[in-house]
Structure formats: structure tokens, C-alpha cells
């Protein structure tokens, strides 16, 4: 017999989100709403794949309930559980999920406004508290500048990168932060290999644009007694 689940008290994620939709689709041009739809529809995705690991350990067990009597519902959590969840996971979002799991930079450059919108709207409707939005609309803001700005830095280092020879001695391939950034140079430290690895050259344009704090998923090799980019990835403006 199935186990007896209680029923999400108030509207669920996906209840909430649909609803947002609505709305801006009544309000805005079909060519103004279109990333909001691929913003909204990209989060949805995300929360049903990764929501639950957020949840406490009482909700999570009854996740589990849920999952056992309803195996194959993908997007179980987001009709299960209601919209406060979806708070947490905005950093994942705008970070590893936008920059590794989508693809266009329309939608990309779209994240961080829309969400902002989404957020700003759950605190208007009475979903969440404007002290419980305020975190995640910070986010947001800054999403809106840095994502554009990361994906520019991975192009250029990704460019730049296949133009350099190491000698062979030693590469390393790593999920790398920016610890240090000058002018006309850089150092990294790896999540794995945890070694301060630098200087490392890199023109002044690129420079310009890292951040401490930063991280790029690449291969850093050596050439001669200097270490240099020689493959580089996907930039991430906060932390995966």
C-alpha cells in the first residue's frame, strides 16, 4: 500500500512560479517576456534537480517519503514544497548552474534581472519576507554586473590559453581562485591541489577584468619556472 504523504500546506514552487509567469506574460511584449520564460523555466529546472539539499533533516525525510510513494516525478519537489525553498538556492543558480548548465547569453545576461523581478515579486505577494529577499536580491544585483563579465573573461582566457607552449614538466587541472591579481599578473590556488601557484602572466586586459575571489576551471602548466594558463574553462563570479 502507498504511504500516506501530507499535502505542501499553501501554493507550491511550481504553483508560484507558473503564476509569476502569468502575469508578466499579461503585462509584457511577447519579446520582452521571452527570458523570463527561459529565466523562470531554467530555475524550475535547477530547484527540481538540487532543492531537496537544502531542506532540514525533518524536511528531507519527508522528501524521501514523497520520492519512495512518487518515484517518478521529476519536478516532485517543486509541487511539494512551497516557495520559501526556492531562496536558497539563488547562489547555486546565478553561479554554477547559469554559467555550467545553460547555454545562450541572452538568457545568461536575462538571469540576474529576472530573478531580481521574480524575488522582489515572492516578497510583494507575501511569500517571503522583504528580510528573507534581501539576501538573495543582493545576489541578484550582483549577478546582473558579473555574469556578462565572467563570461567574457572565460572567452578571453580561453583564447589566450591555447597560445601558450608549456614545457611539459607539470600541469595541473583544477577548479582554481584568484588570490592575487596585478596588473600584468596573477596567482591561483587550486580547490584539489591547494598549492599558491604564480606569478602567472597574463596580458593587461585580461588582468583587468579578474577579481579576487573569482574562480576559473582550467590546466595550469609550467614553462620553465613560471606557471602558465594553458587550458582555460568556464569563470565563476561566486562560488559553485
Known sequence: MPEKVTPVAGPCIQDVLDQFLEEQCRRLSARTYAPYSQVVNSLLACLALWGHESLSDKEAKRFERLRRADPGNALLFCE??????????IDHFLGEFMIR???????????????????EWLVEKGHVTAKQGKGAIEMCSAATRDIPAAEDLALRMTLFAQG???DGAERVEDL?????????????RGARDA?????????????????VG??????VGRAGR???????????????
Open 226 to 240: 613560471k606557471w602558465q594558463f594553458v587550458e582555460a574553462w568556464n569563470v565563476y563570479p561566486v562560488r559553485p
Open 101 to 119: 548548465k545553460v547555454l545562450g547569453e541572452g538568457i545568461k545576461r536575462a538571469a540576474g534581472p529576472v530573478t531580481k523581478a521574480l524575488i
Open 176 to 188: 582554481f581562485t584568484f588570490t592575487s591579481v596585478q596588473p600584468s599578473w596573477v596567482w591561483v
Open 164 to 166: 601558450q607552449e608549456p
Open 80 to 89: 511539494r514544497f512551497g516557495p520559501k525553498h526556492i531562496l536558497a538556492h
Open 195 to 211: 598549492r599558491a601557484l604564480g606569478p602567472i602572466d597574463l596580458p593587461e586586459d585580461i588582468c583587468s577584468r579578474c577579481r
Open 214 to 219: 573569482w574562480m576559473i576551471t582550467g590546466v
